[in-house]
Nanobody, 119 residues
Framework: QVQLVESGGGLVQPGGSLRLACVVSGSRFSTYVMGWYRQAPGKQRELVATIAHDAVTHYGRFVKGRFTVSRDNARNTVYLQMNSLNSEDTALYYC?????????????WGQGTQVTVSS
């Protein structure tokens, strides 16, 4: 059974930074595309970022250079560094492991970590 456990969320002031981490159980972590998604109250879940096995990355349009996704295959961990946070970034952030060979379809999800941006 694959498990994903996110951490690093919390309350931060506008303009601040947070670093999220997601530890993934299971083998062959390095071969899977990993993604970060978020869902704000009353809104649909949206893609934040993905990172492929070769470290090629993709970001949602709203990121605008503020976030960086990375991975440490030796630790089975994917990170999301978030800078210049604003109130619109307040959401529950989820980590996902994609189907084998897929660039677009999440298969497994974590429980999420809450990010709240407020003064």
């Amino acid at each position: 059974q694959v498990q994903l456990v996110e951490s690093g969320g919390g309350l931060v002031q506008p303009g601040g930074s947070l670093r999220l981490a997601c530890v993934v159980s299971g083998s062959r972590f390095s071969t899977y595309v990993m993604g970060w998604y978020r869902q704000a109250p009353g809104k649909q879940r949206e893609l934040v970022a993905t990172i492929a096995h070769d470290a090629v990355t993709h970001y949602g349009r709203f990121v605008k250079g503020r976030f960086t996704v990375s991975r440490d295959n030796a630790r089975n961990t994917v990170y999301l560094q978030m800078n210049s946070l604003n109130s619109e970034d307040t959401a529950l952030y989820y980590c996902a492991r994609f189907y084998s060979g897929s660039l677009t379809r999440p298969e497994y999800w974590g429980q999420g970590t809450q990010v709240t941006v407020s003064s």
